[in-house]
C-alpha cells in the first residue's frame, strides 16, 4: 500500500481546511468550527441576499468547502471522515449566514441519514432561534434499476449543479421559494453513475474499504466506499463509458433521467481521486462523443477532482438536462468559489478542418541544383548500397540494444531504432540519392514519425544540421564535405542534447567515428574510411560501459543500475558496421 501523506489521521480534516483557507484568500475558517465562509460575508456581516450552506463528512475534496465563494454556497462545514458533522456545528453555520439576513437559508444535504438526522436538527433548531431556514435533500445517484425502501437515491456529484445554478440565483437576488422550486426541478432533471477499479483507504487504514477483483469494475459505487450495484467487466474507455451511459438512460432505472434526441445537457466528469488525467481526458472525449452519437447535445462540460473518495481510482458522470433556458447562463456565472471546474464548450464537429501551415523539411529543386551533389551513377550506387546494408543488417541487433537499455531507459532502444529503419526500408527506391543533403533530410523526418521520444528527436536533430551542411556547399571533396556535415550533425546533437564526449551518450562512438574520419587521407576508398569509422565506434560504444551516466535518462537513475554499454552508444556503433560492410 502506497504512504499517505499526512500529519496525523486524527487532523488530517483540520490540517486540509487550513490548507485551503491558506491558499485562497477568499476562504475564512472559522476557529474550531470546521467551517469555512466566504470571507466577504465575514467582513460585511450578513449580506441581504439568500445564502446556501452545504457539507458533509470529510474525504471528498474539494467538495464542500472547494465551492465556498461568491455565486455559489456561503458556507461549508466539514464532519469526520466519510462522518456527518455534528449538529451544533451545522446550527453555527446557518447562524453565521443567517442571523439578521431576512431572505434566509437555503441548506443543501446529500441524501445519507446521518446528514439528513444532523442537518435537518440543525435547521429546525435555527428555525426556532428565528432564522429562516429551509433544506433540500439532494439524491442523484442512479445505480439501482428499482428503489425499494424509503432511503432513496444518494446524493452525488450532481449535486454540484445545484450549488451553482441555485448559487447564482441567490446572488442574482432570488427568494427562498424560488431556490426551493429550482432545486427540486434540477434534481428531477439529472441522473449521475459511476465506476471504479478499486475502494478507497481510510486515513491510517492498511487496506482499502472494498477490493475489486482484477480485470473487472465496480458500478454504482458510492462516495463513502461502499461497493456498487454489480461488477462488471473492465474494458477500454469506450466501452465503459458506453456502459454507464446505457445504465443511466435504461428504461427501468431509477433515475427520472430520460434523455431523448434532441436534449441539451450539461455534464460533469468527476475523478474519485486515483483516475490520471491522460485518462480522464479519454473518457471525457467518450462522453462527449457518445452523447452526440446518442442525438444529444452536450452544451457544457466540465471535468476534474469535484466530489472524490480519498484515494479511489474512479469516476462519476453526471448528467444534466437543460429543462430550463435559463440553466446555460447561471452556469456561466462568474464565481469566486475555487473548485468549480472551468467550463469547457464543445465543438459541434471538433475535427472539422483548419487550414494550418504546417512545417515540411522539403527540399526545392533550387536547392538541389546549387549544392553537393553526386554526379556519378557508381558513386550514388554505393551511397544506396550502404543504406540497404543499414536495414539488411541492424535489425538483427534490436533485442541486444533492447537490453542495454532495460537498465536505465525504457528498454526500446532496439525497437525503436528498428521503427525507424523500417520506415526508411519503404522509402529507399524513391530517395534521390544523387542529392544526399535531400536524402538526409528525408531520413530526418522518419526518425521524428517513426521513432519519436529522445532517440527519435536527436537521430533527427543529427541528420538536420548534417543535411544543412550539404545543402549549404557545392563543393565536389568528397571526404571534406561529408567530414563538415558530420562535424555539423555532432555539434548539434550534443547543443542540444547537452551532453559531451564522456557522458555515456551516442556521442561517445559518433565523436570518435568523427575523428577517423578528419585522419583519414585516403579520399578515394569509402569502404576502408567506413571500417575505420565503424572501429571507432565500436571501441567507443566499449568505453561507456565504464562510464559514469552524465547526460539524458540514464544520469537520473541509481549508479547500479547503469551496467554495461550505452544502448545509444552501441546503436551508432551497429550502424557504421552496417554501412562498412555493403
Known amino acids: 500500500m502506497a504512504a499517505q501523506l499526512l500529519n496525523s489521521s486524527e487532523r488530517c480534516v483540520d490540517d486540509a481546511l487550513e490548507g485551503m483557507a491558506a491558499l485562497h484568500p477568499g ?12 470571507r466577504d460575508r465575514v467582513i460585511e456581516g450578513a449580506r441581504k441576499k439568500l445564502a446556501l450552506v452545504s ?26 471522515i466519510f462522518t456527518s458533522p455534528p449538529t451544533g456545528l451545522i446550527a453555527n453555520a446557518i447562524a453565521t449566514l443567517g442571523s439578521g439576513n431576512p431572505e434566509g437559508v437555503l441548506v443543501i444535504v446529500f441524501n445519507y441519514t446521518g446528514d439528513r438526522v444532523n442537518f435537518g436538527q440543525a435547521v429546525e433548531r435555527c428555525k426556532v432561534a428565528g432564522i429562516k431556514a429551509e433544506m433540500y435533500i439532494s439524491g442523484d445517484d442512479c445505480a439501482l434499476t428499482r428503489l425499494e425502501g424509503t432511503a432513496g437515491r444518494r446524493g452525488l456529484c450532481g449535486t454540484i449543479f445545484i450549488f451553482k445554478i441555485v448559487g447564482a ?7 427562498l421559494e424560488e431556490a426551493m422550486a429550482t432545486c427540486r426541478s434540477l434534481g428531477e432533471s439529472m441522473g449521475t453513475i459511476g465506476v471504479a477499479a478499486s475502494g478507497c483507504t481510510l486515513p491510517g487504514a492498511s487496506s482499502p474499504l472494498f477490493s475489486v477483483p482484477d480485470g473487472m469494475l465496480e458500478l454504482g459505487l458510492g462516495v463513502h466506499g461502499e461497493a456498487g450495484a454489480k461488477t462488471i467487466k473492465a474494458g477500454s474507455a469506450q466501452e465503459v463509458v458506453e456502459c454507464l451511459l446505457n445504465h443511466l438512460t435504461k428504461e427501468d432505472s431509477a433515475s427520472r433521467l430520460n434523455l431523448q434526441e434532441g436534449d441539451e445537457v450539461a455534464v460533469l466528469v468527476s475523478n474519485l481521486g486515483s483516475v490520471s488525467q491522460l485518462e480522464m481526458g479519454v473518457i471525457a472525449k467518450e462522453v462527449t462523443e457518445q452523447l452526440r452519437r446518442r442525438g444529444v447535445k452536450p452544451l457544457r462540460v466540465y471535468q476534474g477532482l469535484v466530489m472524490t473518495s480519498l484515494d479511489m481510482k474512479g469516476f462519476h458522470i453526471s448528467i444534466l438536462r437543460l429543462v430550463d433556458s435559463r440553466w446555460v447562463a447561471l452556469l456561466d456565472e462568474p464565481t469566486s468559489a475555487p473548485s468549480w471546474p472551468k467550463r469547457c464548450v464543445p465543438l459541434e464537429n471538433p475535427q472539422a478542418p483548419v487550414k494550418l501551415s504546417l512545417f515540411s523539411l522539403d527540399i526545392s529543386q533550387k536547392q538541389m541544383v546549387n549544392c553537393y551533389s553526386l554526379e556519378d551513377r557508381s558513386t550514388c550506387d554505393v551511397f544506396r548500397a550502404c543504406l540497404d546494408a543499414v536495414v539488411k543488417t541492424v535489425p538483427k541487433y534490436e533485442d541486444m540494444l533492447n537490453h542495454l537499455d532495460t537498465g536505465c531507459g525504457d528498454g526500446d532502444c532496439g525497437s525503436t531504432l528498428i521503427a525507424g529503419i523500417n520506415a526508411l526500408s519503404g522509402q529507399i527506391p524513391d530517395l534521390p540519392f544523387n542529392h544526399p543533403g535531400r536524402v538526409l533530410a528525408v531520413i530526418s523526418d522518419i526518425a521524428v514519425s517513426s521513432m519519436g521520444g529522445t532517440s527519435g528527436g536527436l537521430y533527427s536533430i543529427l541528420f ?31 547543443k542540444y542534447g547537452g551532453a559531451s564526449a564522456g557522458d555515456r551518450t551516442m556521442l561517445d562512438a559518433l565523436i570518435p567515428a568523427l575523428d577517423a574520419l578528419e585522419s583519414c587521407t585516403n579520399e578515394e576508398d569509402l569502404k576502408a574510411i567506413l571500417r575505420v569509422m565503424a572501429k571507432a565506434a565500436d571501441a567507443g560504444a566499449k568505453k561507456t560501459a565504464h562510464m559514469k551516466a552524465r547526460a539524458g535518462r540514464a544520469s537520473y537513475v541509481r549508479e547500479e543500475t547503469v551496467v554495461g554499454e550505452d544502448a545509444g552508444a552501441r546503436a551508432v556503433a551497429c550502424v557504421l558496421q552496417a554501412m562498412a560492410t555493403w
Not at 27 to 38: A, E, G, K, T
Not at 56 to 68: K, M
Request: a positive charge; glycine letters at 14%.
Open 169 to 175: 440565483m441567490a446572488e442574482a437576488g432570488a427568494s
Open 27 to 38: 476562504l475564512y475558517l472559522i476557529p474550531n468550527q470546521r467551517l469555512i465562509v466566504d
Open 464 to 494: 538536420t544540421a548534417t543535411a544543412n551542411s550539404l545543402l549549404s556547399t557545392t563543393s565536389r571533396r568528397h571526404r571534406e564535405v561529408w567530414m563538415a556535415a558530420l562535424k555539423a550533425g555532432v555539434q548539434a546533437v550534443s
Open 55 to 80: 457539507g458533509g463528512g470529510s474525504g471528498h475534496e474539494p467538495f464542500s468547502a472547494g465551492f465556498v465563494g461568491r455565486g455559489m454556497l456561503g458556507a461549508a462545514v466539514a464532519g469526520p
